[in-house]
C-alpha cells in the first residue's frame, strides 16, 4: 500500500472511529484515538494517541517530552529561560500591582504560591549570607509575613527580572531608576519589595527550594498559609490569567477589603477538574465547558478571609456577581465577573456558592491536592 493510499484509508478509519464514539458519547468534550504512521525512512510503523476536541475542532497528538540534540535545546532554552522571584512581606499587600507589573513585561507566571517561611527555612534560603552582619534581620524581616514566590520564564529571563527589579536600595532606585519594581513598591535597603535570582544556577536552586520536583522533606518545603476556617474560596480562571486579567482581579479584591490568605497557581487534571466541579454536573448546561476551561491552563485558586467572619462566603458571593457576565453588568456593574467576565463559561472567577462549601473548597486545594 503506497503512503498516499494509507494516509486516506487512516482518514476515513479515523474518521469512522469519531462518528462511532461521537454517538455514543455526545456531550463529551475530548475524544481520544489511536492512530499510526508510517515512517519510510525507517521502515516502521509509529503509533501515537491522538486528541479530539470537538467544541473548537483542534487536535493534539505529541506531547514533547525532552530536547532530542544540543543544538535545539541551546536555540529554545536560550528564548525560554527560567528565574525565580519573590515577593516579600513588605510588598504582599500590593501583591496585585506587582503581577500586573510582571505581566507587563512579557514573563509568564508558570508556578505561584504564598508561603510564610520558617526561620529555619529561610536560614536555608540565604545560607550563602550567613556570615554577613545583615544575616540575623534578613531572617527577623523574611519570617515576619507571609511572602509569594513564582516561577518567572521569558527570553534571558534571569536579566530581564533583576532589571525590572532595579537597584537593590529602593530609595536609590527610586532616583535612577524610577519605573523599576523596587522604586515603586519598595521602602529601603532591606524592606525593598522583591527578590529576584543573580544567575541561572541560583535560579534553579531557588526555584527547587520553593517548587520541589520531587518528594522532600515536609520541614524543609515552605507550607501553604491557608487558614483552613472562616474563609471562602475563590479561583482565578485560566482564561483571566492567560489574558493578563491576574493583577487587577487581586488588587480588586483587595480593594474591596477582603484578605487573600493564601494562594497558589494550579493546573488540574481532567479528574481533579470534574470533582471539583460535580455538584453543578446535570445543574447547568454550562458544565463541560466550565470542565474545559479548568483544563486550558494554569488557575490561581485563593483563600479569601474578611472580617465578615461567617458571613464571608455570601458577601464575597456577592461581590464576585452573577454567573453571566452580561447579567453581571446590568445587576452589580462593580462585581468582579461584570469587570473581567466575558461569558458565563469565561466569567473570570470561580467562588463558593454556599457558606458550607467554601472551606470544603478551600481545603479541596490547599491541603488535597497538596
Not at 3 to 18: E, G, R, S
Not at 149 to 162: M, N, P, S
Request: hydrophobic share 40%; charged share 25%; proline share 5%.
Amino acid at each position: 500500500m503506497s503512503n498516499k493510499i494509507f494516509i486516506i484509508a487512516l482518514v476515513v478509519a479515523l474518521a469512522a472511529t469519531f462518528i462511532n464514539t461521537y454517538l455514543k458519547n455526545k456531550g463529551e468534550m475530548r475524544y481520544v484515538f489511536h492512530t499510526e504512521w508510517y515512517d519510510p525512512v525507517s521502515a516502521t510503523v509509529k503509533k501515537f494517541l491522538l486528541s479530539f476536541f470537538p467544541k473548537d475542532k483542534s487536535v493534539e497528538m505529541l506531547k514533547i517530552t525532552d530536547y532530542a540534540d544540543a543544538t535545539t535545546r541551546e536555540q529554545i532554552s536560550s528564548k525560554r529561560q527560567r528565574t525565580f522571584a519573590m515577593v516579600k512581606p513588605d510588598a504582599v499587600h500590593r501583591l496585585g500591582e506587582v503581577i500586573d507589573l510582571i505581566q507587563s513585561q512579557n514573563f509568564e507566571i508558570s508556578q505561584m504560591k504564598m508561603v510564610h517561611l520558617l526561620r529555619s527555612q529561610a536560614e536555608a534560603f540565604y545560607r550563602e549570607h550567613e556570615d554577613r552582619p545583615f544575616f540575623e534581620p534578613l531572617l527577623d524581616y523574611i519570617t515576619s509575613g507571609p511572602v509569594v514566590a513564582l516561577e518567572l520564564i521569558t527570553a534571558d529571563a534571569v536579566k530581564r527580572w533583576r532589571k525590572t527589579l532595579g537597584p537593590t536600595d529602593s530609595n536609590i532606585a527610586r532616583l535612577d531608576a524610577p519605573e523599576t519594581l523596587r522604586a515603586k513598591f519598595g521602602k529601603d535597603k532591606q524592606s525593598n519589595a522583591a527578590h529576584g535570582s543573580d544567575s541561572e544556577i541560583s535560579a534553579t536552586r531557588e526555584i527547587e527550594f520553593f517548587f520541589p520536583s520531587s518528594k522532600m522533606n515536609d520541614v524543609l518545603v515552605p507550607q501553604t498559609t491557608a487558614r483552613l476556617a472562616n474563609n471562602t474560596c475563590c479561583i482565578i480562571k485560566p482564561h483571566a490569567v492567560a489574558a493578563g486579567k491576574m493583577g487587577s482581579i487581586l488588587k480588586a479584591i483587595k480593594d474591596e477589603g477582603y484578605d487573600i490568605s493564601a494562594l497558589q497557581m494550579f493546573r488540574m487534571d481532567k479528574v481533579q477538574a470534574e470533582e471539583f466541579l460535580e455538584v453543578y454536573k446535570g445543574v447547568v448546561s454550562e458544565y463541560p465547558g466550565m470542565v474545559q476551561q479548568l483544563l486550558s491552563g494554569p488557575a490561581v485558586a485563593l483563600e479569601i478571609t474578611s472580617i465578615h467572619g461567617t458571613e464571608t462566603p455570601l458577601k464575597f458571593r456577592e461581590f464576585v456577581g452573577p454567573a453571566d457576565p452580561a447579567v453581571a453588568r446590568e445587576l452589580r456593574p462593580h462585581s468582579l465577573r461584570a469587570w473581567f467576565g466575558e461569558d458565563k463559561v469565561k466569567n473570570a472567577v470561580h467562588c463558593s456558592d454556599l457558606p458550607d462549601d467554601g472551606p470544603l473548597e478551600v481545603e479541596y486545594f490547599f491541603k488535597i491536592l497538596q
